[in-house]
């Protein structure tokens, strides 16, 4: 495959990506982005700021270097939250795809400044443990670079806390909503799916049982590793 | 143009953003109008009143003057809710077009008699601060003139807490529900969804972390701006 | 038009209605039925019992006397609480159809065993001042006739309240569920909507707020009359 | 019938079943399966592990024997909870189909570990009494074979609490989520369903209502046998 086919193929599979974010009911209006990175190549291909999903065209995804410059002549701009995702490429090596929503329920607990504790299966199913939510970001953060330091604050928190990306593909940025990564965009979008779900579920368990706890690390790794790793059996 | 093709145009205009509100989600039945006013051509277009959505055309659309008397022969009654409309216009220089609606979140809010606080990001994208709630109306107000002073009250609001319509463009009337507003009826009708989605998140919100509290000023100054005035960088 | 004819056309219009639930989001799978009454005639019409919604045709309505004894050779079995709606045509005098529904919102108020406050304008609209929950039933009264004595703890209820069911058009049943009724089974159906939407909203009024009070009367008034009763000015 | 035409009868069936799991609302992504079992025949039929329901096809329905082992040759592999579904067929000898979903509201009462209590009448329409929660797996049992002790602890918890299977279609297992039976696949996908709007019901139901108790036996009786057993008179 040439490269530019190659390309082709990632505005195609960004395009559908950001598509599936409104089909399931992730994002309103423009709220929201997917990205995919090719680091042989050296491009991300993300999709264009602000624009309408019921209008939005496989070509018209933006490609960039690997530090966020715009590559395509006659491009549109890309997504104002690029800078993030250019961070979370650099210091997560695995990471293919990101995805970025306002989704309801994720963003509750984003704006409730919460870790998301593990409370059941569903949860274990795709994130190993707790789902880390950010610090705040400072004033001077904020007004150096936004978007910049909304990537650093991520890194950090999975260095602090000791997270494999891999293991834990999504996080809470405080005040604000969820960066949730994976293999392939469909593969991130579907991980801010069940974030977004379990964020739901999560809060609800809370009004029915105040004294609920985790669920506990064997029952963790067994529905985790069922589908995760070496030793999967789940799926064909 | 003409000022029939220009009249012709704004019936289009309020008639698809009118359709636009059940299609959101955010009326049921015949509840909630759109509006758009033109302050040279002396017109404001509105929905008839008590019309399904479903059977609605764009020729219905009802035309005023600048004071709510109709225009046209033949035509429908105006919503009962355009005196509000036109007290809106008449104070908020810069507002072209005026929603109001029975959003279930909105109505919550307006309904618990309480300002909505700024949350998070997605409040912050739209909405610079907080979403005042007004007053209760007085029985005499009520009795006197109902719908021109529920107009009253919401500028009263914004002139006692120095808030600008640009910058706050939609408030929650104590017991009733929302009104929103923009530069076109389609903006009207995203701000009141957009207020119906920040008023769910802000409830839920409380519930996971009661100790909540706004988000920093400058955070909310970095995403307002992010998106609106001379600033912005958001969008194409 | 021929008894024949009307009968006809009153199982059309209770067909319709029927169908109007699910779409309307109100029942699931079976739950639900719509019926409608003429008096003259002597006859009602009401949804078979356990048929599903996507199957049913207009003609399988199942028309009963004025005691809910079937007339038509070769019916299917009439909805199990026809006894009720028999009650209600009995005892109130201008309703014409009703409507009874497990809707989400609604059970839950009649599972909590509370009168519904009308705590805003969406309330006002459509019912006048509370919405009244029974009395739990006897074991005697649920052995003896269930579907008749809801009827009647329903007349009771209106009656010792000094109810008007022309001006609160719907009840809740202790521990069951939503009734409302209307002057076509259109409204019927409609009503059933309103209720549970305020149903829903006056859940989450009192976690936002939990010193919520009702709207004053002034504003109940003003609203109800609005829309009802000889100086109503909305609609066309 | 041949043995063919009944296997591929069954196929079918649960073909159709599962596809209404998304269609219900009930299933994200692939999260849920249902099986049906023939006794005499010596089968169960399954969904496959992990395949997404749009891309489903019947002839890819999972045949094995009543100890869970494949029969045809170029098989899929069976759904991971397949262990699960034949401890229930071993242990239950009158339930013919078997449903698990991560449906939302469900698994929030059993990430709660507490049992749905019969707040109303909806819930006694299809399950008579409450709905069991199981105990938590110990370390143990998860290790050894855990889809297997989940079949087991469903099996104890019903022996335990004396409780009949075919009277209370349903459970919740602790931190993990719902599993519902019936005579067909599509009923057992059905009590899915029911099993979930109670589930909502109820939680809400002590938001409104903190006080709320259980219905009276005489109600439970009343709504359950008015649709179950020798003197149902609901349907057709």
Aim: a negative charge.
């Amino acid at each position: 495959m040439s490269c530019e086919e190659k390309i082709a193929a990632m505005k195609q599979r960004v395009f559908e990506a950001n598509l599936a974010l409104p089909q399931y009911g992730l994002v309103k209006l423009t709220w929201g982005n997917v990205s995919e990175v090719d680091r042989e190549l050296g491009v991300i291909v993300i999709k264009p700021s602000g624009v309408r999903y019921e209008r939005m065209q496989a070509d018209q995804m933006v490609v960039t270097d690997l530090s966020g410059n715009i590559i395509e002549e006659d491009s549109l701009k890309p997504s104002s939250d690029l800078p993030t995702h250019v961070v979370l490429y650099k210091a997560f090596e695995d990471v293919t795809a990101v995805t970025h929503t306002h989704s309801t329920h994720s963003v509750m607990w984003a704006q409730a400044g919460r870790d998301l504790p593990a409370y059941g299966t569903t949860h274990a199913d795709a994130f190993y443990g707790k789902i880390p939510c950010t610090r705040q970001l400072t004033k001077e953060e904020v007004k150096e670079a936004y978007e910049v330091h909304t990537g650093n604050v991520i890194v950090k928190t999975f260095k602090e806390r000791n997270l494999e990306p891999n293991e834990v593909p999504g996080v809470l940025v405080y005040g604000h909503g969820p960066f949730t990564w994976g293999h392939s965009p469909i593969e991130a979008v579907e991980n801010s799916l069940i974030l977004d779900e379990i964020c739901l579920m999560a809060k609800e368990n809370e009004l029915i049982n105040q004294n609920i706890g985790e669920i506990p690390q064997y029952l963790l790794d067994k529905h985790y590793f069922r589908k995760h790793g070496k030793h999967a059996y789940y799926g064909q």
